[in-house]
T-cell receptor, first 114, second 113 residues
Framework: DAGITQSPRHKVTETGTPVTLRCHQT?????MYWYRQDPGHGLRLIHY???????DKGEVSDGYSVSRSKTEDFLLTLESATSSQTSVYFC?????????????FGEGSWLTVV | RKEVEQDPGPFNVPEGATVAFNCTYS??????FFWYRQDCRKEPKLLMS???SGNEDGRFTAQLNRASQYISLLIRDSKLSDSATYLC??????????????FGAGTILRVKS
């Protein structure tokens, strides 16, 4: 196992409510990512982090914000959830320092916005 | 046009068959290439990296054609346990900037007895 824990694993929420997904790693890896996966689209990058307090936008960042106050935690927040944000969210980590840029995924968080 | 395109399948094959998947990518500056495997309702897991000279890992062979911008995966002697979705993945970022992975939507493989 890659030492990544996502919480919650499953959540149903109402439109307009805020939602925070947490990703916790025990590998001390520098890079952390949030992806969403939808049928027909594959995994799409939402935001990523390259260090504490260092984050950047991905391909589908609108409606999402992130924070990384510690190396081990990367939070994804939906400020006001919409039905289009119903998806499976995967956190991932990688360590490119050695030149081996393998990326490892958490088990996923299933979010339903009703 | 999607950056990484795959035939979604499904590919339905009998046990013991050889099956091949192709994937095309649009960014000619792409740095590295991978195949990931994803089981139903599970996270993607790295199957193998794809090297310019081609590489093999047991029953799996990966090939890269930079000139034509496509990647292939060949599975020999298919097992029931090979049934999964296979994701073609391209890294468009230099290593020192972390990974900017672009995923294909996946190819579904079903191996039947």
């Amino acid at each position: 196992d890659a030492g990544i824990t996502q919480s919650p694993r499953h959540k149903v929420t109402e439109t307009g409510t805020p939602v925070t997904l947490r990703c916790h790693q025990t590998e001390n890896h520098r890079y952390m990512y949030w992806y969403r996966q939808d049928p027909g689209h594959g995994l799409r990058l939402i935001h990523y982090s390259y260090g504490v307090k260092d984050t950047d936008k991905g391909e589908v960042s609108d409606g999402y914000s992130v924070s990384r106050s510690k190396t081990e935690d990367f939070l994804l927040t939906l400020e006001s959830a919409t039905s289009s944000q119903t998806s499976v969210y995967f956190c991932a980590i990688s360590e490119s320092r050695t030149g081996r840029n393998t990326i490892y995924f958490g088990e996923g968080s299933w979010l339903t916005v009703v | 046009r999607k950056e990484v395109e795959q035939d979604p399948g499904p590919f339905n094959v009998p046990e013991g068959a050889t099956v091949a998947f192709n994937c095309t990518y649009s960014n000619s500056a792409s740095q590295s290439f991978f195949w990931y495997r994803q089981d139903c309702r599970k996270e993607p897991k790295l199957l193998m990296s794809v090297y310019s000279s081609g590489n093999e890992d047991g029953r799996f062979t990966a090939q890269l054609n930079r000139a034509s911008q496509y990647i292939s995966l060949l599975i020999r002697d298919s097992k029931l346990s090979d049934s999964a979705t296979y994701l073609c993945v391209v890294n468009t970022s230099p290593i020192q900037y972390g990974n900017k992975l672009v995923f294909g939507a996946g190819t579904i493989l079903r191996v039947k007895s």
